[in-house]
T-cell receptor, first 114, second 111 residues
Framework: DVKVTQSSRYLVKRTGEKVFLECVQD?????MFWYRQDPGLGLRLIYF???????EKGDIPEGYSVSREKKERFSLILESASTNQTSMYLC?????????????FGQGTRLTVV | AQSVSQHNHHVILSEAASLELGCNYS??????LFWYVQYPGQHLQLLLK??????LVKGIKGFEAEFIKSKFSFNLRKPSVQWSDTAEYFC?????????FGKGTTLSVSS
């Protein structure tokens, strides 16, 4: 079974803190993604990566950055957390290029910024 | 820009009722379409997917979806829902590398 593991289920951080969300996948997938999920807004793509050290902006990259130093690990960084970044963050991974290949999701990290 | 539109925000049904959740997409390339489900407290799971061939796709737990190219639609159906189908359902289109999701439909099934 594919496993996508997010390091924390719940996080509470203060405004202005630098926050790291970590994600690891064990299926040697080339692609990895960060989404945020908000009620009524569905899942919105923040950033994705198709290879080590490669990254692409998604629909809502402002206030976030990412790091992918190893194939299995993809980190989301909030440089200076703000209350409007309180959300559920979902990491996903998928194979590269194959048609019909779905994304596999982690359990999510519920981040609260106070 | 690529987008996915789910028509129903919240659907309430009684057990044994039939279900149809609407999904329309906007994407000019080769279409890969997905339905995901998120049960309360659980991670997103794939229900079914379409990428070629028979436009009627069968998934897990008795769900199916029909791809209608002329209508840019990929509606999800189930003939008889159960209380355990209570969940949030997301339609998605694969646009290049990433999946673009709709806003989701919450399904509540009463026993």
């Amino acid at each position: 079974d594919v496993k996508v593991t997010q390091s924390s289920r719940y996080l509470v951080k203060r405004t202005g803190e630098k926050v790291f969300l970590e994600c690891v996948q064990d299926m040697d997938h080339e692609n990895m993604f960060w989404y945020r999920q908000d009620p009524g807004l569905g899942l919105r793509l923040i950033y994705f990566s198709y290879d080590v050290k490669m990254k692409e902006k998604g629909d809502i990259p402002e206030g976030y950055s990412v790091s992918r130093e190893k194939k299995e690990r993809f980190s989301l960084i909030l440089e200076s957390a703000s209350t409007n970044q309180t959300s559920m963050y979902l990491c996903a991974s998928s194979l590269k290029g194959a048609r019909g290949t779905e994304a596999f999701f982690g359990q999510g990290t519920r981040l609260t910024v106070v | 820009a690529q987008s996915v539109s789910q028509h129903n925000h919240h659907v309430i049904l009684s057990e044994a009722a039939s279900l149809e959740l609407g999904c329309n997409y906007s994407y000019g390339g080769t279409v890969n379409l997905f339905w995901y489900v998120q049960y309360p407290g659980q991670h997103l799971q794939l229900l079914l997917k379409y990428f070629s061939g028979d436009p009627l796709v069968k998934g897990i737990k008795g769900f199916e979806a029909e791809f209608i190219k002329s209508k840019f639609s990929f509606n999800l159906r189930k003939p008889s829902v159960q209380w355990s189908d209570t969940a949030e359902y997301f339609c998605a289109v694969k646009a290049g590398t990433a999946l673009i999701f709709g806003k989701g439909t919450t399904l509540s099934v009463s026993s």
